[in-house]
């Protein structure tokens, strides 16, 4: 009998609406965003916005939270550039190994796949990686999320707070959101001060401002502490754009200790770095998951690993993957102490 592609995927998203959206195994996490989001903008709303001018200032916050929840979603619920799985390794790039098991006095090859190979980008070698669980070569940027048990086009981080990782397909929303977010955070902060200094003009002192609307001075700390975070971000984000980096890749750069001496292979010059990110077209997902799939189509299954510790090393890029998109510096101090 047929399924659908989302019934069979062997990843580990979630999916509603019969696969039209695609969410990580961690989507209940965007409980939590949504309540940071939403609940000081209601209190804006409701408590500091009727005491200025007019009704202007709640309206814009209104249209403001509008949009960061649609950033939200189109960062959340949609493919962020999975790569298919193979059904089969690529036999193309078996090779045979000479130092094979010794039968009766002979030598027999033993077939195998190369760990990685080299392509050229941009009149560059890179080497990319091949991936035992989806059982193809990665193009180049490309990650697996150990979170999501997916390969990742221009894979930036996975972000616990969306829900998802951040890819080829999504990375556009995903910092429109965040910087989004941060304008929301200045306007709430300027706009609670203003109430405050208005409240100061008719009370005389500041305290009694404070305790005629102590909800001002509560969104002006919230907004503060948070606009550390997203804010920080986005200017981390807008380094990462100018340059033509990844997360992912300036983690890698530094952990290796390579520095700025490793040459950016991908870097266009800023302005045609920023019109890759923002202008150029959002390339249609190379997954249906809503299509029907026969049963011999399913075999999306893991591939053995004869030769290492498959489970052990997923345990560690689990962990990566979670925090790359917070702290890079844990997860140099958790490697250097492992290898002492």
Not at 45 to 64: H, K, M, P, Q, W
Not at 173 to 181: A, E, N, Q, T
Not at 244 to 271: K, M, S
Not at 283 to 302: I, L, M, W
Request: proline share 5%.
């Amino acid at each position: 009998m047929a399924k659908r592609q989302y019934e069979v995927w062997q990843g580990k998203n979630k999916f509603i609406f019969k696969g039209r959206l695609i969410f990580g195994p961690d989507a209940k996490s965007l409980i939590v965003t949504l309540l940071l989001i939403i609940v000081p903008v209601i209190i804006f709303c409701t408590n500091v916005a009727r005491n200025l001018f007019d009704e202007t200032s709640g309206n814009i916050a209104g249209y403001a939270i509008l949009m960061v929840l649609v950033l939200l979603l189109l960062t959340s619920a949609r493919d962020p550039g999975i790569v298919p799985r193979n059904l089969h390794p690529p036999t193309e790039e078996i090779c045979y190994d000479s130092s094979a098991s010794i039968d009766i006095g002979r030598q027999t090859p033993t077939p195998r796949l190369p760990p990685t190979k080299e392509v050229i980008v941009n009149g560059v070698p890179v080497r990319v990686k091949y991936c035992i669980t989806c059982q193809l070569y990665r193009p180049p940027r490309c990650s697996h999320c150990s979170v999501c048990d997916n390969c990742v086009e221009r894979f930036d981080h996975h972000c616990p707070w969306v829900g998802q990782c951040i890819g080829l397909r999504n990375y556009r929303s995903f910092f429109l959101f965040i910087s989004s977010s941060t304008i929301l955070c200045i306007f709430i902060f300027a706009m609670s001060a203003l109430n405050i200094k208005f409240l100061t003009d008719d009370y005389g002192t500041v305290w009694k401002a404070i305790k005629e609307s102590p909800l001002s001075l509560v969104l002006m700390v919230y907004c503060f502490i948070f606009l550390w975070f997203v804010g920080g971000l986005t200017c981390f984000h807008l380094y990462l754009i100018g340059t033509n980096q990844t997360t992912c890749e300036t983690f890698r750069i530094r952990y290796q200790g390579q520095g700025l001496a490793r040459p950016r292979v991908y870097d266009r010059g800023c302005f045609n770095n920023f019109r890759q990110v923002f202008c150029s077209k959002i390339k249609p997902s190379r997954n249906n998951f809503h299509a029907y799939v026969q049963e011999n189509e399913t075999g999306f299954g893991r591939a053995m690993n004869s030769g290492g510790d498959l489970e052990g090393n997923r345990r560690e890029k689990v962990e990566d993957d979670r925090e790359i998109g917070g702290d890079l510096l844990k997860i140099s101090q958790r490697r250097e102490a492992e290898d002492v």
